[in-house]
Every structure is written in C-alpha cells, then in structure tokens.
C-alpha cells in the first residue's frame, strides 16, 4: 500500500481555516480542536491515497458516497471502533459542510453516507450506601491526615456538586470561601452556575485546616503531597485502593461520582432540564442517558400515575 500523500497548501490552509473558526465562533476546547484536525486529517490521508492525488478544496466537490463508505471501511479495517468512528465521520462532516459552504458546491449526497452504529455506553453510578461508603473512607485512607481530609474534600465535590475531576481540581485559592454557588468554566468554556452544599464547604475548610502549604490566591486549591497541583491520576489511584478495600465495583471511579450525583438528584425527583444545567451538558440528550439507569423510578411514577391503573 503506497504512502498518504502530504495535504495541498490549499487544503491546509482551509483546514487551519476552519480549527480557527471552532475555537474562536464555537468556542471549542483545545482537546476537541486536536480531535477535530486529528479526525480531519486521517480522513484527508485516506483521500490523498484512495484518489492517488492530494485533495484540493475545489476537487472535494467530486467526493462520492462511495469515497466515505471506503474511509469508513479502511478505517474499520484498521482496527478504529464503531464509536471512535462515528465521532471521526462527525468531525469530518463538520468540515466537509463547511468547506462546501465556502467553495460553494453541494456535497448532501456523500454526506448522506451512514455512520456505524454503536451501543452507546450507560454511566454506572454508585448506590447512594456505596457513595456514602465511599466519602467516609476517603476520610480515614491515608496516614497522613491533611491528605485523608483532601481526597474526602474533592470526592464531596464530585458527588455534592456533579462537578468533573478536572473542574473541581482547576479551583484556586481565589475561590475560596466557597460561595453558596460556584461558577464552574466547563467543556467549551461554557458557564453555569453550581449550588455549593453545607457538607462540602465543610469539608474543603477541614482539608485547609490540616493542610501544610498555603493557600495562594494564583495557587491551587487542592495540593499534591510536594506542594504542586493535585494531579487526577493521584486520586483516581487513591480511589482504586479504596473501592478494593470496600468490595466496590471497578466502575467506582471519581468520575463514577459525577454520574451517582445525576442519577440520585433524578432519582430524588429532579428534572432533566436543570441536571442538564448542573453538569453543564451543551445537550439535552447527552443528560437523558441517565434516564437509562433509572428504569425503577420511570416505571414507579408510570404505575402510581397513569389513570388506567
């Protein structure tokens, strides 16, 4: 099999051209710009061999339906998963409308072209015993206090809040005292504001009693044991420990957390809409899956409430 062909100045322009517009107009995250050109570019090296010439932004006007089931093909082929593919089909898509948009031709027919299907992955949350459980340890885990009193005060965060592992490690002396709300940057810069419990405000002023190091406006809030920033390794490998003290399952992650505190706050009665707004999910879909994890509840409310029962 020949070698990809290098991409045209042309198509690398454009290309540029459009990662610009995703982190500027969309205000796409540096990890999903990186996915966008990485998806983009395996799809233009698949050209480049397939039409034994580089493509220009002028010759994807003759891109055919049967060009993107040969990527997708070539791809499964390679060993790429059927979800890792839909996302790839997904970026280049994007790109492909709009560079078609800016050429000024119409590609509605190759883009018509069928993604895989895959079974989409449920999250797994914790048991509301098992979520306690969990907290109570991470309390008591370590021999060194103040490093006990900090993994108790993330994990509350996690569970309290529904904030990602990355979020709540991004905090910085500046936020503290937490307010009664915590304005949270997440995914795509995007915004929201998270109701702070009593429980976790408590537990993050124990964690800064005991800690060592000084809590600095520019610093972060949560420290490693040498005094730099908490990395999320270190936590996750902490909880691996204590869900195999525990008798947890594998899926007992930190991230593991975020989702027990979706699934509990619908399971409590909350309303899709505004766990959408607490996890700072851009979509609602991306928040209904954990109606897939609450069948109990769903099928309680059918029973007690449908008037032909």
Known sequence: MSPPLA?????????????????AVRDRSPHTITAYRDDTLAFLSFLGGHWAEGATPKSLAALRQTDMRAFAASERARGLSARSLA???SATRSFLRWISDREGY???AALSARGPKYQRSLPRPLAPDQARELLEHAGQHHPEPWIASRDMAVLTLLYGCG??????LGLTGADWPLREALTIRGKGGRERMVPVLPVAHKAIAEYLRLCPYPLEPEGPLFRGARGGPLRAGVLE????????SLGLPPTATPHALRHSFATHLLSAGGDLRTIQELLGHASLATTQVY???DDARLMEVYRKAHPRR
């Open 237 to 244: 490998s902490a909880v691996a420990r204590m869900r195999q």
């Open 106 to 108: 119409d590609l509605s």
């Open 163 to 168: 904030l990602r592992i990355s979020e709540a």
């Open 291 to 293: 109606t897939g994890v």
């Open 87 to 89: 996302r790839r089909l």
């Open 7 to 23: 991409l045209t100045p042309a198509m690398a322009d454009a290309l540029a051209q459009w990662l610009q517009g995703e982190a």
